[in-house]
């Protein structure tokens, strides 16, 4: 290595790993521990390695090593993982990832770093070899969070009136939350996921069952199912991570559409992340602007109904190692016109 001071290594141990990403002010949820064991379920290869100065770990990077129709590639979803930005670190690691990727015959390299959009890092991955990935926002590169360390009545009056008024509304009709953490309830909140995608004509994520119950065995995973006259009317997934509560999936069945069972089932969870010593309420992905056209304004604005602010993070970029990439290319631009997100 250039850096005869710097050093990457493998890391096996899930506590220096977690110790590093939790540490950070966004933990990379999908560089967590957990997450790359939920990725193997379905036959991702996984590799795991640190970066260290002088014996000192300086940043963390997941891999996933992705054969898909669209091409071959390795992928560092929410990293590289930096407690502070330097141009040195991301180099020597960038230049370790393109050997792998040579070994590996991959046609190109995904990164997605949780970095705020300023010109000099997007310079500093431009100058690397990086260019935007042809993809929609992609891992809550815009997300919406809430901090919850407040009273209850505060977190209420800061919501809009409309959320307020469903969730009141939901509560007088006596809608009944279920809380499980039982992997024999997942099938009841699949059946209504899936009958949301097809509604909504989104493509649905897959391993919902492996993350609930990946997560769930340190407890951090919570199912929340919304039921009114023995009908499930909505379902929400949360995931504990550190000191932020994830809203990682939710569905309403069509029994649910026009009741505020939704409504109420984010406000049970959110005051249940806060009697559990949480400080931040992640709904996750949102539309990065307010245009109605979005796939995603809807939900948008549902989420924004509660109250909160907006985090952006760099759009995902590609590395090509390969020519094959410009196939992977186009078929994921196409996907994302034909999915109306190149609004």
Avoid at 279 to 285: L, P, Q, T
């Amino acid at each position: 290595m250039e850096n005869n001071s710097l050093k990457i290594l493998e890391i096996k141990d899930k506590k220096i790993w977690e110790d590093f990403n939790l540490g950070c002010s966004n933990p990379a949820y999908f560089q967590s521990w957990t997450w790359g064991e939920v990725e193997k379920k379905r036959g991702t290869g996984v590799y795991r390695f640190g970066i260290f100065e002088r014996e000192k770990i300086k940043g963390i990077f997941q891999i996933f090593e992705i054969k898909a129709k669209r091409g071959h590639f390795l992928q560092i979803r929410q990293g590289p993982v930096l407690k502070e930005w330097k141009k040195e670190l991301f180099m020597e690691i960038i230049n370790f990832v393109k050997k792998l990727a040579r070994e590996k015959s991959a046609s190109f390299i995904r990164i997605s770093p949780l970095l705020g959009v300023s010109d000099q890092e997007l310079l500093d991955l431009t100058a690397a070899g990086f260019r935007m990935s042809p993809v929609h926002n992609v891992d809550a590169e815009n997300r919406w969070v809430l901090d919850i360390n407040k009273d209850q009545k505060v977190l209420l009056s800061q919501m809009r009136k409309t959320t307020r008024y469903m969730i009141k509304k939901g509560e007088n009709i006596k809608i009944n939350v279920i809380r499980s953490k039982d992997s024999k309830d997942i099938k009841l909140f699949l059946k209504i996921y899936y009958q949301t995608a097809k509604n909504k004509k989104f493509i649905p994520h897959s391993l919902i069952s492996e993350e609930f119950e990946e997560f769930g065995k340190e407890g951090d995973s919570i199912l929340y199912l919304a039921e009114l006259d023995k009908n499930i009317l909505a379902g929400t997934l949360i995931i504990y991570y550190g000191k932020e509560a994830i809203y990682r999936h939710g569905a309403t069945s069509f029994e649910g559409r026009n009741t505020p069972a939704s409504y109420l089932l984010q406000w049970e969870a959110i005051k249940d992340a806060k009697e559990k010593g949480i400080i931040r309420y992640n709904f996750w992905g949102i539309a990065r602007d307010d245009n109605p056209k979005n796939p995603w304004y809807g939900l948008s604005c549902f989420k924004k109904g509660f109250g909160g602010y907006q985090i952006d993070f760099v759009h995902s970029m590609d590395l090509p190692t390969k020519p094959t990439y410009w196939i992977s290319f186009l078929i994921d631009y196409f996907t994302k016109v034909k999915k109306g997100y190149n609004i």
